[in-house]
C-alpha cells in the first residue's frame, strides 16, 4: 500500500482532482451513493407514512397501558419492520444483479446454481420444519395473549412477570419461524450470468477513473476478470455453512487465495495492472462513510456512548503507547493499524485505519489475521463463561458488544444468550463502528502532522492539508450528507428508505465487492517472506493480547458503571 | 560438435525450469487440497466438538451470518436497531 501512495508535492494543484487516485475514489463512490439514494427514494414502500403513524399510534397507547411491552406493541414494531425500499421491484433487480455466491453446504456448486429439483427437495425439507415452526409460534401467541390478558390492568406483580414470560417465549418461537420460513422459499437459480455481468460493470467503473489517471485502462480490464474471479471464489468460500458458522469470511478467503496464487505458482503478469489495493480500498471508504450514521450513536442512550465512544479511543490510545513504549513495536504504522483493529470493530477499522495512515499492505493483512483468529475465540469463549457466572445479559451483551471484533460474531454471540443480549450486544457494537469515521479522520490528521515529518517540524495547516490523505475527505463527507439526511428522515422513514434502501441496497453490496477486491489483491502482490517480516518476535500477537486484554477489564467495569450503577432504569426498560 | 554442446547447456536450463514449474503447481495442489480438508472435513468435525456444537447450532436456526465484518451485513443488527429505537421512544410505563 505504501509504496502506491499519491506523494506529497508540497503545493496544491487543482488538476488532482482529476489525475489522482484519491479523488476518483471520491468521484466514483459519490456517483454510486447517489445513485442509491435516487433509486430508493424514488422506490418508497406504498402508504409510507401512513403505516408508520398507524404503527406508532400503537406503540403509544401500549407503552401508556402496560408496564411491559405487550404483544400490540411487538406487533406494531413488526409492522414498521416490513417497511424496506430495498422490498421494491428496482430494489430485488439490484440485489439479484449484483449478489455474491448463494449460501452452500456440501456441494460447491450450490453457490452458483441450482437445479429445480434440487430447489424443491430443500423447499420440502425446510417446509416441514417451517410449519413445525410456525404451528409452535401461534401457540406461543396465544398462550402469550392469554397470559397478557389475565395480567388485566397490571397491578399484580407476578401475573405480569407471567405474562412477560409468555411473550419473550412468543418472541423466540416467531424469530424460529421467520428464519425457518426464508429457507422454505428455496428457488431455482443461476448466479453466472449475473456475476459476468457485474465483472464487465465493474471493470467499466473503475476503468474510467484508470483513464482519467492515465493509466494502461484496457491492460487493467484485461486483469480485472482474473482479481473478480478470485473476489468470487473469495465469497463462493465465506458463504459455505460451516465457515459462516466458523467466522471465517470473505476477507480471509481473499488474502489467502491471493497468497497462494502469488506464491506458488505467481501471480501473472498480464493480472498486475488489476492488482489496485489502494484504488479499490479507497473507493471502498468512500461509499462506506454512508454507513457511518451518527444518529445511531445514541440507539442506546448514554450508558451506549461510554460503553462505545469513551472505552474505546481510551483503549486505542493506550495500546497504541504501550506498543511504541513497552513492546517496542518496530512499525507506528503496523501498531496503530493492530490497535484500531482490535479496539473499534476488526477488519473495517483496520482498513480504514491502515488507509489513512498509509501502513503497508502486509501489515493490514497481519492485523486481519489477528483480528479474525481472536474473534472466533471470542465468540465462543464470552458467551460461555457469561453463562457459566450468571452474568446478567444486558451486562453480558455489553460487554461482548464492545470487545468481540467483528460485528457477525456479536450477533452470533448474542444470539446464543438471548434476544435481549443480542439486541444490546449489536446496539453497542453498531454505535462502536460509528467510530470508524472519527478515528480514520484522527489518524490521518495526526499521521501528517505528527508522525510523517522531521521531529521537532512545526508543520503548516496548509502542508497539513498537501499531505492529508484526500479520500478521507469523500470518506467523512458521506457519513456527514448521510447522517444529515437520516436525521432529516426521521428514524422510521430513514429505515425503509436510507437503512434497508440506500444503504443496505446499495453501499453495502458494492463495498464488500470492492473490500473483496482490495483483499485480492494485497494476497497477489504479497510475499510470504515480507508477512513474516513483520511478524518477527511475535510483537504483533503480544500487543494485541495485551491491548485486548485491557479492553475486556475496562469495557466490563464501565458497562457495569453504566448499565446498573449510574443508569439503572434504562437497563430496567430493555 | 557446436550443435551438441548448445543442445547441452539448453537440456538442463529446460529440465530445471520444468522442475520449478512442477514444484509450483504442486505447492498450489497442496494449498488446495489443505483447504478441501479444512472446508470438507477439520470445519465439521470442530463444528460437532461439544463446546462448539451449542453455539453453532445458534448460528445455523437463527441463519446468522457471523463472519461478517460491519454492522450493516448483518440482519441481527437491523432487528436490533429497530426493536432499540422504539424500546427508547415508546419505554413501557412505570408499573
Known sequence: MAEEIVKNVGKWEWSEMWKKEDWWAIWLGFAMLLFGLFIYINNAPADLHQKIAKANGILAA????????????????????????????????????????????????????????????IKEKALAKYEAAEAKAAAALEAAKSAEAAAGDFTNETLNTAAVTAIDAWRAAHEKASKAKKKAGAKPYNQIPYLIGLCIFLAIFFGIGMKGMGKPTIKFMVGFGFVFLIAVLSFAAGTNATMKSLGIGYAAWAILFGLIISNTVGTPKWVMPAVQTEYYIKTGLVILGAEILFGKILSIGVPGIFVAWVVTPIVLISTYIFGQKIVKMPSKTLNITI???????????????????????????????????????????????IKAVGMPHVLGGAWMGGTIDATGAVAAAGAFLSDKALYVAATVKMIQNVLIGVIAFAVAVYWCAKVDCVPGEKVSKMEIWYRFPKFVIGFMAASILFSLIDQSMGKDVSYALMDHGAIRGMSKIFRGWFFCLAFVSIGLATNFRELKHHFAGGKPLILYVCGQTFNLILTLLMAYIMFYLVFPEITARI | MKRCGVAMTIMPRISEKTADVVKRLAGLLACILAIALFMFYIGPALEQTPALKPIMQVIDERGINANMYFYTEVEEFSEANINMNNTMAYPPRSP
Open chain 1, 62 to 121: 401500549e407503552s401508556a397501558r402496560a408496564p411491559f411491552k405487550t404483544v400490540a406493541w411487538h406487533k406494531a414494531v413488526d409492522a414498521k419492520k416490513k417497511l424496506k425500499a430495498t422490498s421494491s421491484e428496482a430494489g430485488k433487480k439490484i440485489a439479484l444483479y449484483t449478489k455474491e455466491p448463494h449460501g452452500w453446504k456440501s456441494n460447491p456448486l450450490d453457490a452458483f446454481m441450482m437445479g429445480k429439483s434440487d430447489a424443491e427437495a
Open chain 1, 339 to 385: 490497535s484500531a483493529d482490535m479496539s473499534v470493530c476488526g477488519v473495517s477499522a483496520a482498513i480504514a485505519t491502515a488507509a489513512a495512515c498509509r501502513a503497508k499492505k502486509e501489515e493490514l493483512t497481519l492485523a486481519v489475521g489477528l483480528s479474525l483468529v481472536f474473534t472466533s475465540i471470542m465468540m465462543i469463549l464470552m458467551p460461555a463463561f
